[in-house]
T-cell receptor, first 115, second 116 residues
Framework: DSGVTQTPKHLITATGQRVTLRCSPRSGDLSVYWYQQSLDQGLQFLIQYYNGEERAKGNILERFSAQQFPDLHSELNLSSLELGDSALYFC??????????????FGQGTRLTVV | AQTVTQSQPEMSVQEAETVTLSCTYDTSESDYYLFWYKQPPSRQMILVIRQEAYKQQNATENRFSVNFQKAAKSFSLKISDSQLGDAAMYFCAYRSLSGTASKLTFGTGTRLQVTL
């Protein structure tokens, strides 16, 4: 168990809909990262938050948005969903307060299927 | 921007044998981390081993070891005494240590098959 919790584990929704993926980082970790992994693909970085602030942005579509709340949990919002958005979405956390950047710990992912 | 390249889409190894997975990266930074992650069929991302760039000694974790060549920007993973449970996708990843914007950049992965 990595200590990173993602909910829900599975999500099936229709095209055009909006969904919210939730991530609770490891206790004390300040950074949260979101990654997208399409079928048999590598992990594509979407966005990073550090202590509530956006720190880095990757190939994140305008239809997607994220935020990190004061309790450090994060949500990834996906709207106007298309079939191509079907993927495994990972959240990872790292950087404990006062600690040196080390490895990122991954949640089990949310498998999104758009039908 | 940093890039990570894994040139072997698939590899196969017999049980109990040794296999080496290749990874090269491109960066202008001098201080960074490198990682190998394993992704079994469950799709969970599992950290296998990490290497800090300022350390010359190659990291080892039980049957897993790396060959880190900083000048050549090469970071290969050696799996000794391969087991059926080692079958998975393996991803090489780079992480900058600059500031707090420090995402992991992944390679495209190598699928490892372990045969009897």
């Amino acid at each position: 168990d990595s200590g990173v919790t993602q909910t829900p584990k599975h999500l099936i929704t229709a095209t055009g809909q909006r969904v919210t993926l939730r991530c609770s980082p490891r206790s004390g970790d300040l950074s949260v990262y979101w990654y997208q992994q399409s079928l048999d693909q590598g992990l594509q970085f979407l966005i990073q938050y550090y202590n509530g602030e956006e720190r880095a942005k990757g190939n994140i579509l305008e239809r997607f948005s994220a935020q990190q709340f004061p309790d450090l949990h994060s949500e990834l919002n996906l709207s106007s969903l298309e079939l191509g958005d079907s993927a495994l979405y990972f959240c990872a956390s790292s950087t404990p307060f006062g600690g040196r950047n080390t490895e990122a710990f991954f949640g089990q992912g949310t498998r999104l299927t758009v039908v | 921007a940093q890039t990570v390249t894994q040139s072997q889409p698939e590899m196969s190894v017999q049980e109990a044998e040794t296999v080496t997975l290749s990874c090269t990266y491109d960066t202008s930074e001098s201080d960074y981390y490198l990682f190998w992650y394993k992704q079994p069929p469950s799709r969970q991302m599992i950290l296998v081993i990490r290497q800090e760039a300022y350390k010359q000694q190659n990291a080892t974790e039980n049957r897993f070891s790396v060959n880190f060549q900083k000048a050549a920007k090469s970071f290969s993973l050696k799996i000794s005494d391969s087991q059926l449970g080692d079958a998975a996708m393996y991803f090489c990843a780079y992480r900058s240590l600059s500031g707090t914007a420090s995402k992991l950049t992944f390679g495209t992965g190598t699928r490892l098959q372990v045969t009897l």
